[in-house]
């Protein structure tokens, strides 16, 4: 059978088992591998050899970096520093610019924290502030909303990402670079321009004397001693990033040296992240004194299981994809159509994560697909990494349980998520892919992209 129709029918049974049987993203993408190997013909024992090694080589580029950045994570999040960082952003813009404020707080805690528990994390706050400024809470939730998804789903060192740059071949320091460069105006642009449309005339007028009492709320704003501050938070949150990314730009100037291989060395994204993770650990034990460092560790490593199992079953799928000519059927197919390779990777992930509601395996599965049929096309594997994340951000419908979210913890209803996910992620996406397809353009003089 012909790869391109197998997919098809293999995507359409995945669809079924993750949405209607609820089987698990991780056994749905293992079982898609096996029946789709056996769809087309591949022997069993190259079905047996490709599938542990898509495994391992999934685990060889990004396992570790899942396990150190979700360890990294829980420090932060459980010592109460996301939340101090959250505080003192609303602090440092100030009572006209709240919504300005949860946007960037948005921005910066998805990069190392996983949306989820971000989102959970500064909802009190959100609520809180909302209460006081009773400005529109639609308007609040498009600002969080948005500046977590787009980091959640495009900047490492968060497993979607990562894994896409992986993927293809990408140098991960500048695939945060450019991920942040692409994504930050998006960010704005809906997350703080469409939220403040959202908040209507009469909304705004009500609001304007309660404004006025948020900077003078201690009980909500003041700094919590017994809680890392806010800079020291903010610290901790870019630390890692700037150990990869310092590294990433001096390797442009210098090539050979002992200067050289210290900083490449510190630099590597592993490493980077298993110092900042021992780092933060240590820094924040203070306020978390019930375990010890090397406790929360292991409790904290324990409930990365199930995120390592599902990115390796999609390394599984893609290894399996990868040993046909699909490739090659789609860029016959793209010619004949005269489709922009760039819209190849986005329009799939959107698709896909329309449709199993998870955006890590909606990267995974496009990036296995679109990634060989980009760089044959001469695509630079930024370019295509980054089509592929901002078209799985884009698609948030009722299939994604992140969907629900402002239902859940901001008191919306079904009609106001529509307006607050689905709609802010489909403008912060086509913006991210307006300013890609500008990058692209100019691919072959910018730094990093090749």
Same mark, same amino acid.
């Given at each position: 059978?012909?790869?391109?129709?197998?997919?098809?029918?293999?995507?359409? #049974?995945?669809?079924?088992? @993750?949405?209607?049987?609820?089987?698990?993203?991780?056994?749905?993408?293992?079982?898609?591998?096996?029946?789709?190997?056996?769809?087309?013909?591949?022997?069993?024992?190259?079905?047996?050899?490709?599938?542990?090694?898509?495994?391992?080589?999934?685990?060889?580029?990004?396992? @570790?970096?899942?396990?150190?950045?979700?360890?990294?994570?829980?420090?932060?999040?459980?010592?109460?520093?996301?939340?101090?960082?959250?505080?003192?952003?609303?602090? @440092?813009?100030?009572?006209? !610019?709240?919504?300005?404020?949860? =946007?960037?707080?948005?921005?910066?805690?998805?990069?190392?924290?996983?949306?989820?528990?971000?989102?959970?994390?500064?909802? &009190?706050?959100?609520?809180?502030?909302?209460?006081?400024?009773?400005?529109?809470?639609?308007?609040?939730? %498009?600002?969080?909303?948005?500046?977590?998804?787009?980091?959640?789903?495009?900047?490492? $060192?968060?497993?979607?990402?990562?894994?896409? /740059?992986?993927?293809?071949?990408? !140098?991960?320091?500048?695939? #945060?670079?450019?991920?942040?460069?692409?994504? @930050?105006?998006?960010?704005?642009?809906?997350?703080?321009?469409?939220?403040?449309?959202?908040?209507?005339?009469?909304?705004?007028?009500?609001?304007?004397?309660?404004?006025?009492?948020?900077?003078?709320?201690?009980?909500?704003?003041?700094?919590?001693?017994?809680?890392?501050?806010?800079?020291? /938070?903010?610290?901790?949150?870019?630390?890692?990033?700037?150990?990869?990314?310092?590294?990433?730009?001096?390797?442009?100037?210098?090539?050979?040296?002992? /200067?050289?291989?210290?900083?490449?060395? #510190?630099?590597?994204?592993?490493?980077?992240?298993?110092?900042?993770?021992?780092?933060?650990?240590?820094?924040?034990?203070?306020?978390?004194?019930?375990?010890?460092?090397?406790?929360?560790?292991?409790?904290?490593?324990?409930?990365?299981? =199930?995120?390592?199992?599902?990115?390796?079953?999609?390394?599984?799928?893609?290894?399996?994809?990868?040993? *046909?000519?699909?490739?090659?059927?789609?860029?016959?197919?793209?010619?004949?159509?005269?489709? +922009?390779?760039?819209?190849?990777?986005?329009?799939?992930?959107?698709?896909?994560?329309?449709?199993?509601?998870? /955006? *890590?395996?909606?990267?995974?599965?496009?990036?296995?697909?679109?990634?060989?049929?980009?760089?044959?096309?001469?695509?630079?594997?930024?370019?295509?990494?980054?089509?592929?994340?901002?078209?799985?951000?884009?698609?948030?419908? +009722?299939?994604?349980?992140?969907?629900?979210?402002? %239902?859940?913890?901001?008191?919306?209803?079904?009609?106001?998520?529509?307006?607050? *996910?689905?709609? &802010?992620?489909?403008?912060?996406?086509? #913006?991210?892919?307006?300013?890609?397809?500008?990058? =692209?353009?100019?691919?072959?003089?910018? $730094?990093?992209?090749?």
């Amino acid at each position: 059978m012909s790869p391109l129709v197998a997919f098809l029918v293999v995507f359409i #049974i995945l669809l079924i088992a @993750l949405i209607k049987l609820k089987v698990t993203p991780s056994v749905g993408l293992f079982a898609a591998a096996v029946i789709f190997g056996l769809m087309v013909g591949m022997p069993a024992a190259d079905i047996l050899s490709t599938l542990p090694a898509g495994f391992g080589n999934m685990m060889k580029s990004i396992g @570790l970096l899942i396990v150190f950045g979700s360890i990294f994570g829980d420090f932060l999040g459980n010592s109460g520093a996301t939340e101090e960082l959250a505080k003192g952003m609303v602090r @440092l813009f100030g009572k006209k !610019n709240d919504l300005l404020a949860l =946007n960037l707080v948005g921005f910066i805690l998805s990069i190392p924290i996983y949306f989820g528990c971000a989102y959970i994390m500064t909802a &009190p706050l959100v609520n809180a502030i909302q209460k006081i400024s009773k400005k529109s809470m639609k308007g609040y939730v %498009i600002a969080i909303f948005t500046g977590l998804m787009l980091t959640h789903s495009c900047v490492a $060192p968060t497993p979607g990402p990562l894994a896409v /740059a992986g993927q293809i071949g990408a !140098n991960v320091g500048w695939f #945060i670079i450019w991920g942040i460069i692409v994504c @930050l105006p998006a960010s704005l642009l809906v997350g703080w321009l469409y939220a403040n449309l959202v908040t209507s005339k009469e909304e705004k007028k009500k609001s304007h004397e309660a404004m006025k009492e948020i900077v003078e709320d201690d009980e909500l704003l003041a700094p919590d001693p017994t809680k890392p501050s806010a800079l020291k /938070a903010f610290l901790l949150v870019i630390f890692p990033i700037v150990l990869i990314v310092f590294a990433s730009i001096f390797s442009l100037f210098v090539q050979e040296g002992v /200067a050289y291989t210290v900083i490449n060395f #510190i630099g590597n994204s592993n490493i980077a992240l298993f110092i900042a993770m021992l780092v933060t650990g240590f820094v924040l034990h203070k306020y978390m004194p019930e375990k010890s460092v090397m406790q929360f560790i292991d409790d904290s490593a324990n409930s990365t299981g =199930n995120i390592l199992l599902i990115v390796g079953a999609g390394g599984c799928f893609a290894a399996m994809l990868g040993a *046909t000519t699909m490739s090659t059927d789609l860029v016959n197919i793209m010619s004949a159509t005269n489709m +922009p390779v760039i819209l190849l990777g986005f329009l799939l992930a959107f698709c896909i994560r329309a449709a199993v509601g998870s /955006a *890590t395996a909606a990267m995974l599965t496009s990036i296995a697909i679109a990634g060989p049929v980009c760089l044959v096309a001469g695509m630079s594997p930024i370019i295509a990494g980054l089509s592929v994340c901002l078209g799985a951000s884009s698609a948030t419908f +009722p299939t994604d349980v992140t969907f629900w979210f402002p %239902i859940t913890y901001n008191g919306l209803n079904a009609k106001d998520c529509i307006m607050t *996910t689905t709609v &802010p992620c489909i403008f912060s996406g086509l #913006i991210g892919l307006i300013i890609l397809a500008v990058l =692209n353009a100019f691919a072959g003089v910018l $730094p990093g992209m090749f």
